[in-house]
């Protein structure tokens, strides 16, 4: 099988992991409080067992990209990962006790860590040029997933018989389609999944390219410091850094190597060498345009969060929306967010990630806005309440695939490639974060918004 053809199984097969990601979000998530409820459980309960899920993922992110980072294999990772989204989304349809549920919860949200491997692979097989198209079809994936879980539900809903010693109800039925959907993804992996090489030259058409290729954005560093002097990530130019520093030698000053990946003649003692040697966390992580990044990813999902939490409880005060009404909200803000990554992956081959970036947070900051200022207290007809929240949610959504897939993008190019698995994972657990605080801060302020909606005002403005 020629390389090419493994590239685009591999590729479809992550599009599949993540729609499967999807999915399951929203299978689960509308049914958990009321199967809950049918175990005798107190409220608090809910908010357990979903910062479980966000929670496991958020330790696990790294310690399995170290792992990829080590073996430079992402298969055995993902194989083994899924076990656990098989386990807990079996624990989930065995309809034991509330205990039970929470358990498989945090079990299942342990294979979610294979997300952060997914995402170095991703990095290590593209070059810069490509990468945010390649990470905004990924991310477009889950979104159509959310769109399919609740198509899902209205056939799992009917579902009411026994199976052996198990009930397989509305409630528990969730867990089994899951279940067998991971096992049938598990069958996937094994057969179309490859471990792409280290360098894309083999699958290319071109080979390493010259400094007259070079697009302006490798050239300019992310941070400019006083007196004109340039940092980026310990080298001389934009892009991946190397995990060691290098002596040049004579003869190859003039050479470019993107974003890190290393030539030919230089790939085969790389990978003998572990890719942790002389790696420095607070080297690596304690630079400007690192925390930068991580502070911009934690600070837009804590904001996107605590906004979703938020207007849920508006729509029900002030416009009277049931669950009907919300779930189509909720559908056509999904549809919204796949168009805009679909718009993000043209926009990347013509303007540069940075760019990207600005354009996401200069939303973001107009949707926080538009927030604080007529959502924080509503006032008006009907219709003037609708057209208030539809342009919020709008503007907040639609700021949110510029800023993911970014920032993204950036994080890929400013870190060292040969711990890029570490390093998403990392990403990703500061993303976690955000996901537990930001529904915290906003369940708690739903009679204060402005508090709540000036806060997060705030940090966008810093932020920028």
Same mark, same amino acid.
């Not at 304690?286 to 934690?298: D, P, S």
């Given at each position: ?224 410091? +006083? ?38 003649? +230089? ?16 080297? +690596? ?22 906004? +979703? ?156």
């Amino acid at each position: 099988m020629d390389c090419q053809r493994k590239k685009r199984l591999t590729n479809f097969t992550i599009g599949l992991l993540f729609l499967a990601g999807g999915i399951e979000y929203a299978v689960i998530l509308p049914t958990i409080w009321a199967y809950l409820r049918t175990l005798d459980s107190e409220p608090y309960f809910l908010g357990l067992a979903i910062s479980a899920f966000s929670f496991a993922g958020l330790i696990t992110g790294p310690l399995f990209g170290y792992w990829s980072d080590r073996t430079r294999q992402t298969k055995s990772v993902i194989l083994f990962a899924n076990l656990f989204q098989i386990a807990g989304n079996f624990m989930y349809f065995v309809d034991g006790s509330k205990w039970m549920v929470l358990s498989s919860r945090l079990v299942a949200g342990v294979g979610t860590g294979a997300g952060a491997s997914i995402f170095g692979h991703l990095t290590r097989s593209t070059t810069s040029q490509e990468r945010a198209t390649v990470f905004a079809a990924v991310m477009a994936c889950r979104q159509v997933g959310l769109l399919i879980g609740p198509a899902c539900n209205l056939f799992l809903c009917l579902f009411d018989f026994r199976l052996g010693p198990f009930m397989v109800n509305k409630y528990t039925s969730p867990g089994l389609f899951m279940c067998l959907v991971w096992l049938l993804l598990q069958l996937v992996v094994m057969t179309m999944y490859h471990d792409l090489p280290l360098l894309p030259a083999p699958c290319s058409e071109r080979a390493v390219p010259t400094p007259s290729d070079v697009l302006e954005e490798e050239e300019e560093p992310l941070m400019r410091h +006083e007196g004109g002097q340039e940092e980026a990530a310990e080298a001389g130019g934009y892009g991946s850094t190397r995990a060691e520093p290098r002596e040049p030698v004579q003869g190859e000053e003039g050479r470019y190597v993107p974003n890190g990946h290393l030539a030919d003649e +230089e790939a085969a003692s790389v990978r003998e060498k572990s890719p942790f040697g002389n790696f420095s966390a607070w080297r +690596e992580y304690l630079r400007e345009e690192v925390v930068v990044l991580l502070t911009a990813q934690f600070i837009t999902l804590f904001n996107q969060t605590a906004l +979703e939490t938020m207007v849920t409880p508006i729509t029900q005060r002030y416009l009277n929306f049931g669950e009907l009404e919300n779930s189509l909200m909720y559908f056509l803000c999904g549809v919204e967010v796949i168009c805009g990554f679909f718009l993000v992956r043209c926009l990347s081959s013509r303007l540069k990630d940075r760019v990207i970036l600005v354009v996401g947070l200069v939303i973001c900051n107009v949707a926080c806005i538009w927030c604080l200022v007529f959502l924080a207290r509503p006032q008006g007809s009907f219709a003037w309440l609708l057209t208030e929240l539809v342009v919020g949610v709008f503007l907040q959504v639609l700021g949110l695939p510029f800023v993911a897939v970014s920032q993204v993008s950036l994080f890929s190019k400013v870190t060292a490639e040969r711990t890029q698995g570490f390093s998403q994972g990392l990403r990703r657990s500061v993303g976690g974060i955000a996901t537990i605080l930001g529904p915290l801060w906003a369940g708690s302020l739903t009679e204060n918004l402005y508090i709540m909606l000036g806060a997060m005002m705030v940090l966008l403005t810093l932020l920028m």
